[in-house]
Each structure stands twice: as C-alpha cells, then as structure tokens.
C-alpha cells in the first residue's frame, strides 16, 4: 500500500492469505489505513482485481475494518452424503462489526471477472454502503462457492468432474456470490467502466490503468471525505 500522488491511498491485496512476509494481513491492513489517516489521504482505493481468494474469516476481519454498519457475511451449509441435503454448519456463521480503528471515509473497490471465491467478499458485502464505489469492467468472478470435501462424479473418457460442496449464504439464507445458470452473479460493479475502442487502446496498448483512473474520478464526485 501507499498514497498516490493525487492524495488518495492505495491498497493492493493479492490474495486473502497469509505469507512469511505478511503473517498478519488484517494487522498489516489496519496498520496502512492508520497511517493513511495520519496523512490525511483524501479517501482509499481497494485493489482486488485477479484477487483468486483465500480465507473467509481474513476477508470478514480486513472488511470489519471498511464497513461503517454491522452486516451479515454468510451463513454456510455444506451438503451432507449421508442425508442427501445441504446442512449448515453452525460454526461458519460471520457478521461484520466495524472497527473504530477502520477507515470511515471514502472507498472505492477495484474488481474484474478475475476476482474469485473469498476475492468477492469484500465487494459482495460492502456494496450499497455509503460513500463506497465498486469499480470495474465486469463483475466479480461469481465463484464463491465453499469447499470441504468436493464433489466428484467420474465422466466417459476419463474426466472428472468436480465441484464445491459448500454454499455461501446471505441473511435471507439464499445463496449468494455463485453464478446462475446463465452465467449472472458475483459483485456488479456501480461504476462499469466501459469497454470500448478508447478504453482498449489505453489499457492494452498504452498500458494506463483505466480502472484506477474512474475510481478516482468517482470519490471525486463524491464530495469531500466524512470521517
């Protein structure tokens, strides 16, 4: 993380896991955005663009730390061979309570069709929040389906076909996050930068980041920051 020279701090997160380098991400999260708020950044930028997941409780505590309201993250029900049925599994219920120690003003959230799994989170749960903009070409990946033990069925020609045998759901108990049958889910973006001839151009073949660009062209329309 750092601040860009037009006063806006910028965090990248890869990957919602741990490393040597990084053993506490949440910690390491917390400690950027005090420092940015000591620099008095004009609002923040989450980038998790080709994010492909990681740990649901790392999203639920880095999200803990944007959210301004107290929100359900999901319950989880994995499906059960022995009775045939999806079951939830008590233990993996997660709700967002905000932080004092979070940051409060103006956020936008970079996604792409590459952001996957526990990569959704943080633009699945914190959308329709106040002063927060999610920003991107398309929707998150629509994978956020949960694994346990995967379910496998062996097909003609020696293809094995396997697929998650947890489910993510929201307050309503529905599932959230995963793709229909028509290829709709994920997190939609409130800002869809277009893809056309001018965007292409400059993205591929000028190398700018056109993402980055219209999410700070959105907390500037956004006002002055309210901490």
Known sequence: GHV???????????????????????????????????????GLIVDVRD????????????????????????????????????????????????????????????????????????????KGQSQMAIVGFTSTNGSFGVVSSPIEVNMPEGYLLRFPDGRSLGANYAIQGDSDGKGRGGAEPDIQVPLNDETFTAKYIDGQD??????????EKMGPARL
Request: aromatic content about 10%; cysteine-free.
């Open 4 to 42: 860009l020279d037009n006063g806006y701090g910028y965090i990248k997160i890869r990957y919602f896991l741990p490393n040597d380098a990084t053993p506490d991400p949440a910690k390491s999260f917390a400690e950027l955005l005090t420092d940015f708020q000591n620099q008095s950044v004009k």
């Open 51 to 126: 994010n492909p997941g990681g740990e649901d409780d790392l999203v639920a505590a880095i999200a803990s730390l944007l959210t301004t309201e107290k929100r359900h993250y999901e319950y989880v029900s994995y499906y059960s061979r022995m009775t045939g049925r999806f079951e939830l599994n008590a233990g993996e219920t997660r709700t967002l309570t905000p932080k004092k120690s979070g940051f409060k003003g103006k956020t936008a959230i970079l996604i792409n069709n590459n952001t996957a799994s526990s990569g959704e989170g943080l633009p699945l749960l914190l």
């Open 210 to 219: 056109v993402e980055l660009k219209a999410a700070v062209e959105a907390l």
